[in-house]
């Protein structure tokens, strides 16, 4: 994946919301979707790659960016392109899952019975417009996660407004393009190389309402403004969380529009 990974990972400790469950006839824990849809761009053509997972958990932490305060914080950053590793176990949401988005439908299916993830075959991506709307329908599996339909908005494209940097001891104001509908968050990484390290390995994570501002403390910036080597770095995000009754079954999927800005 992309290197959206650990920023997701570091600010949206804020955005959890937990959920813990065991199901009737001796089977212990729900079954539940997680997945993450990240926009790519080439010129001015938009695609995304999206990937579902299925599990039966005890216990799983989900993304809701209906609910979001300005939170910021500094946190250690690796730039990396593995994928975190989940020993849940892997169920089957049916032969197929469907992803109608801007005019067109897609299929994602597993490579194979082990693998968890539901994918466009090929490694293929879905060109899109960023900010439409998508309904993702789940064929069902009855001894794995069922068959339902879920609908959410995809993250709108957005931009960063000029960075002024202050003096030691003063806060930074960031400003950028609000999405102007409710339900998305902003996550900001103020990422720096720490020290006399020449690699970013450093951030101040933030996880911001999207109104378009944030103020960030002077003391919270300060390791970040007076590094050599810095930049920033954000996220859109959307969510959908929804919960299935019958079974109790949790459904949550995550679309990412990643931008950066100028730093002087």
Known sequence: MSRSVPLVAVALAVLAVAACDFQPGGLAGSPVALGTFTTGRAGTTYSMQPIIGFYRV???VFVNTAFVTDTCFEAPYAD????????SLAISAGDYVVLAVSGRSDTLRRSSTVDPFYRVGGG???P???GDSMVITVKGDPN???ASTFRGKTAEPFTFGP???PADGNPITITWSPAGVGGSAILVALRFASGTSTTIDRQVACTLVDDGTATI????????LRATKHDVVGQRLRSILQQVDVPRSY????????TSATVP
């Open 80 to 87: 990396t392109t593995s994928q975190n590793s989940n020993a």
């Open 124 to 126: 293929l991506s879905i």
């Open 163 to 165: 960075i002024t940097k």
């Open 128 to 130: 899109f417009t960023p």
């Open 144 to 146: 794995g996660f069922p």
């Open 217 to 224: 403390p002077g003391t919270t910036i300060l390791n970040w």
């Open 58 to 60: 005890t216990g799983a």
């Open 251 to 258: 459904f949550n999927v995550t679309s990412v529009f990643e």
